[in-house]
Nanobody, 115 residues
Framework: QVQLVESGGGFVQAGGSLRLSCVASGTVSSISYMRWYRQVPGKQHDVVAAILDSGSTDYVDSVKGRFTISRDRAKNTVYLQMNNLKTEDTAVYFC?????????WGKGTPVTVSS
């Protein structure tokens, strides 16, 4: 079992920055990759960024050049640095971990970007 706890969300003006954190606990070994998703009310959640166990990263086109996913293995933490935020980035951001084909989710942290 893996537990995920996100933090770092909040209110920010367009053009500003936030850094989200996701701390993993429990049986964290053999996590294949971790991802950040976001969800707007009434819509399905969409993947934003992913980081593989190898360290490779991938991003949805809308955040490329603005968001950076990274991790600190010693702290079992994955980060999402979000720069030049836009109003359309407003959503609840969720951390996801995949281990042995099973998905684990945090409860999410809300991000609100005002114009």
């Amino acid at each position: 079992q893996v537990q995920l706890v996100e933090s770092g969300g909040g209110f920010v003006q367009a053009g500003g920055s936030l850094r989200l954190s996701c701390v993993a606990s429990g049986t964290v070994s053999s996590i294949s990759y971790m991802r950040w998703y976001r969800q707007v009310p009434g819509k399905q959640h969409d993947v934003v960024a992913a980081i593989l166990d190898s360290g490779s990263t991938d991003y949805v086109d809308s955040v490329k050049g603005r968001f950076t996913i990274s991790r600190d293995r010693a702290k079992n933490t994955v980060y999402l640095q979000m720069n030049n935020l836009k109003t359309e980035d407003t959503a609840v951001y969720f951390c996801n971990a995949v281990q042995h084909g099973k998905n684990y989710w945090g409860k999410g942290t809300p991000v609100t970007v005002s114009s």
